[in-house]
T-cell receptor
Framework: TQLLEQSPQFLSIQEGENLTVYCNSSSVFSSLQWYRQEPGEGPVLLVTVVTGGEVKKLKRLTFQFGDARKDSSLHITAAQPGDTGLYLCAGHTGTASKLTFGTGTRLQVTL | NAGVMQNPRHLVRRRGQEARLRCSPMKGHSHVYWYRQLPEEGLKFMVYLQKENIIDESGMPKERFSAEFPKEGPSILRIQQVVRGDSAAYFC???????????????FGQGTRLTVV
């Protein structure tokens, strides 16, 4: 059973466009993290959200945690080729629980 | 402040051999996760360990795979009698503790790419 579904699965856009990636679940998460992974490398942590309704900004990236803590979104403004990569959401459903990953969104930004 | 260290980065094994993958967590981290990633796919949970304890091994194949995280030394993921289907990237992550959400942030190593020939 896949707890975290991400959409879209693939996204190819041009430099300067905006995009939103979604991470949805039927489970409540105590915390949720977003990672970016580049080919041949391990996932790199971008942000952790904890509180329902929380919004965090990291330069051109805006992360939101749903009020019910069952979903999250990542919005990128004015995408750049350096944003290309695999974006993964991951969350814990409670204490002492494994970190479960979403299905991933593969983003390609072209010039 | 070294991050999560995995070695080797690349490992080639013939079918039937054993593969040992090592993971040294970040300093002060006592929780370790192992994940497997096939090409063009997401990360699949394998096992979650704390020092000297296996907390959750629900993602581990029932045979040939084992993991440990001893009191001293790195965590080891061991695959016995490897088969071609074991070829994948294996990632280790570590976190600080439980109970405080921000302290459950997991940091990943660069992975070990296992190729079975």
């Amino acid at each position: 059973t896949q707890l975290l579904e991400q959409s879209p699965q693939f996204l190819s856009i041009q430099e300067g466009e905006n995009l939103t990636v979604y991470c949805n679940s039927s489970s409540v998460f105590s915390s949720l993290q977003w990672y970016r992974q580049e080919p041949g490398e391990g996932p790199v942590l971008l942000v952790t959200v904890v509180t329902g309704g929380e919004v965090k900004k990291l330069k051109r990236l805006t992360f939101q945690f749903g009020d019910a803590r069952k979903d999250s979104s990542l919005h990128i403004t004015a995408a750049q080729p350096g944003d290309t990569g695999l974006y993964l959401c991951a969350g814990h459903t409670g204490t002492a629980s494994k970190l479960t990953f979403g299905t991933g969104t593969r983003l390609q930004v072209t010039l | 402040n070294a991050g999560v260290m995995q070695n080797p980065r690349h490992l080639v094994r013939r079918r039937g051999q054993e593969a040992r993958l090592r993971c040294s967590p970040m300093k002060g981290h006592s929780h370790v996760y192992w994940y497997r990633q096939l090409p063009e796919e997401g990360l699949k949970f394998m096992v979650y360990l704390q020092k000297e304890n296996i907390i959750d091994e629900s993602g581990m194949p029932k045979e040939r795979f084992s993991a440990e995280f001893p009191k001293e030394g790195p965590s080891i993921l061991r695959i016995q009698q490897v088969v071609r289907g074991d070829s994948a990237a294996y990632f280790c992550a570590s976190s600080l503790e439980w109970g405080v959400p921000m302290n459950t942030e997991a940091f990943f190593g660069q992975g070990t790419r296992l190729t079975v020939v």
